[in-house]
């Protein structure tokens, strides 16, 4: 049974900085992608960034602000955003890709104050 669980957010003003954490509880090499998403309040999930073997991608909304990165060692996916703004304010949630098996977290909340 996979597990992952995010951890990071908070209520950060604008222009601030946070980091997420993603902890698979087995080793992330068995996943073809991960990544992070976002939903709003009253909107629909949306990606924010991924990244596989390949290199990553990200959302043309958070390009040159965020960076999603990896820990093989420590199985754990981040999530760095800097320059955080108020429509930046959602749940974040990790996903995990093991060939056709998608994986979620539970989300973590990031609430950008103007």
């Known amino acids: 049974q996979v597990q992952l669980v995010e951890s990071g957010g908070g209520l950060v003003q604008a222009g601030g900085s946070l980091r997420l954490s993603c902890a698979a509880s087995g080793s992330i090499f068995q996943f073809n992608v991960m990544g992070w998403y976002r939903q709003a309040p009253g909107k629909q999930r949306e990606l924010v960034a991924t990244?596989?073997?390949?290199?990553?991608n990200y959302a043309d909304s958070v390009k040159g602000r965020f960076t999603i990165s990896r820990d093989n060692a420590k199985s754990t996916v981040y999530l760095q955003m800097n320059t955080l703004k108020p429509e930046d304010t959602a749940v974040y949630y990790c996903?995990?890709?093991?060939?056709?098996?998608?994986?979620w977290g539970q989300g973590t909340q990031v609430t950008v104050s103007s």
């Open positions: 996903k995990a890709v093991f060939r056709t098996i998608a994986y």
């Open positions: 990244i596989t073997s390949g290199g990553t």
